[in-house]
Every structure is written in structure tokens, then in C-alpha cells.
């Protein structure tokens, strides 16, 4: 079983940057696609950015241009560097993981807990 811990959110003035890490623990699996959402109070919640286990890249119209993600495929980890942030970007992040166990052919998906970012304007 994969669980993912992230870390790295808290309160920031407009303007300002936060770079969130998660990363996945277990034992016996693979990691493909990872990436992040995020969910606003009252609001669904919305793909941010992804990444494949070969680097390939995509983000939401919303963050393109100051968000970053990025992974250590060895550490089996995944962050997300946010710059110029804005007060809509306040919300709670979510990282996701799909991973695949040993000796299995299903391919599965798992989420964090969350973590807080707050954007002060």
C-alpha cells in the first residue's frame, strides 16, 4: 500500500512563493503519473498540474506561467513550485500518485491528506 505525505503549505502575502513536496512511502510498487489539485471551500476540486514518470508536463490555464512541478523519481517524490501567488490560489492542495504493486497488472491511484495554502492579499 502507498501512502503520500505532503508538506510545505502556510499563509503568504500576494506576490509571494511556496514550493510543496510529497512524497510517497511503501513498499513493493512503481510510480507513473503524479501530480496535484487543489479544492477552494465550496468549489470542486481542480487538477493543477501532473507529471509523468518521463518529466512530460501540464498544467491548469489557471496557475501556467507560475506554478512548477517537478519530481525525484528516486526519492519518489513530487513538488510543485509556486511563484507569483495570488489570493484565488487559496485553497487546500492535494498531491496524487498512480503507482502499480509488484507482481500486479492494476494500476491504482492514491491522494494525500492535503496541506494549507493561504494567500493573503
Known amino acids: 500500500q502507498v501512502r503520500l505525505v505532503e508538506s510545505g503549505g502556510g499563509l503568504v502575502q500576494a506576490g509571494g512563493s511556496l514550493r510543496l513536496s510529497c512524497a510517497a512511502s511503501?513498499?513493493?510498487?512503481?510510480?507513473?503519473?503524479m501530480g496535484w489539485a487543489r479544492q477552494a471551500p465550496g468549489e470542486q476540486r481542480e487538477l493543477v498540474a501532473t507529471i509523468t514518470s518521463g518529466g512530460g508536463t501540464s498544467y491548469a490555464d489557471s496557475v501556467k506561467g507560475r506554478f512548477t512541478i517537478s519530481r525525484d523519481n528516486a526519492q519518489n517524490t513530487v513538488y510543485l513550485q509556486m511563484n507569483s501567488l495570488k489570493p484565488e490560489d487559496t485553497a487546500v492542495y492535494y498531491c496524487?500518485?498512480?503507482?502499480?504493486?509488484?507482481?500486479?497488472?492494476?494500476?491504482?491511484?492514491?491522494w494525500g491528506q492535503g496541506t494549507q495554502v493561504t494567500v493573503s492579499s
Open positions: 511503501g513498499s513493493r510498487f512503481t510510480i507513473n503519473g
Open positions: 496524487s500518485a498512480d503507482y502499480r504493486a509488484y507482481f500486479s497488472a492494476s494500476i491504482r491511484t492514491v
